[in-house]
Nanobody, 121 residues
């Protein structure tokens, strides 16, 4: 079954940290670059971070550079997003997907259910 399942969200105060996980199934996970996206209320979904198939190359939106770290474990078919120094503007629902040129590639279906991150100031 082709599927993405995100987890790890929650409510934190500004300056805090969270680690998100995304488990993928139904495709050869290690064949694809993976990324994280987020959608805040009233806004369009935006790219946050991406990592190549091996985990050796990562890239970030300017808004999160230096605070977030993306990584992956191909043996577990899982991609992670470590979020530090969280700000109120990071509040959003976070999603993962395969990625190319900072755009989603729907090889794992459309989108998972996402995981809510709420940062209070």
């Amino acid at each position: 079954q082709v599927q993405l399942v995100e987890s790890g969200g929650g409510s934190v105060q500004a300056g805090g940290s969270l680690r998100l996980s995304c488990a993928a199934s139904g495709r050869t996970f290690s064949s694809y670059a993976m990324g994280w996206f987020r959608q805040a209320p009233g806004k369009e979904r935006e790219f946050v971070a991406g990592v190549d198939w091996s985990g050796g190359i990562s890239y970030y939106a300017d808004s999160v550079k230096g605070r977030f770290t993306i990584s992956r474990d191909n043996a577990k078919n899982t991609v992670y997003l470590q979020m530090n120094s969280l700000k109120s503007e990071d509040t959003a629902v976070y999603y993962c997907n395969a990625v190319a040129n900072r755009q989603p590639v729907y090889v794992f279906g459309s989108w998972g259910q996402g995981t809510q991150v709420t940062v209070s100031s």
